[in-house]
């Protein structure tokens, strides 16, 4: 059987169980979070675009920020069998696109973006066990949620497996 492909848009998220793929497609400054529980075997993508909402008029998509974006996939990945203690996180993106347009000294968005997902996995409980963030590329993310498997590729780079 062919594994379904579920295709995730900037500021979206999606959950998804064994037989599945979760899909992001050019990550730059935004962070894709995936989070998985290896027994229940389901998991979650959010395509975060904002660390936080304090940064946006429209506050009420919660897939649109790193700190909203974590406990709201923690809820909806409990509701289909994950447990406290048993999800892991994975993260990529966040990077530079525009270095050159930066005030030296400044943080870049892509920064901004990976520090509030690691403080937001941090205060969930939720072990970082891998991540491709940062630098001047884009990125995009498949993830098999029965295998856990988290695979990052960029133009004119090998495939990262994470």
Do not use: W
């Not at 901004?112 to 891998?130: H, K, V, Y």
């Amino acid at each position: 059987m062919k594994p379904r492909q579920i295709f995730v848009k900037v500021a979206h998220h999606a959950t998804g169980a064994p037989g599945d793929v979760l899909i992001t497609l050019g990550l730059g400054s935004c962070v894709a979070i995936l989070l998985h529980d290896r027994q229940a075997k389901v998991g979650g993508l959010a395509h975060v675009l904002l660390p936080e909402p304090a940064l946006a008029r429209d506050r009420d998509n919660f897939a649109k920020f790193a700190t909203t974006a974590v406990p709201m996939m923690v809820r909806e990945l409990a509701a289909m069998g994950a447990r406290e203690g048993r999800l892991e996180a994975r993260i990529v993106g966040g990077a530079s696109m525009f270095t050159s347009l930066m005030v030296p000294g400044s943080l870049n968005m892509g920064e901004r973006n990976i520090r509030a997902t690691r403080e937001a996995l941090r205060q969930a409980g939720i072990p970082l066990l891998g991540e491709a963030v940062g630098g001047d590329y884009g990125r995009s993310v498949r993830f098999d949620v029965a295998a856990g498997r988290t695979v990052v590729s960029s133009v004119g780079k090998p495939d990262v497996v994470l």
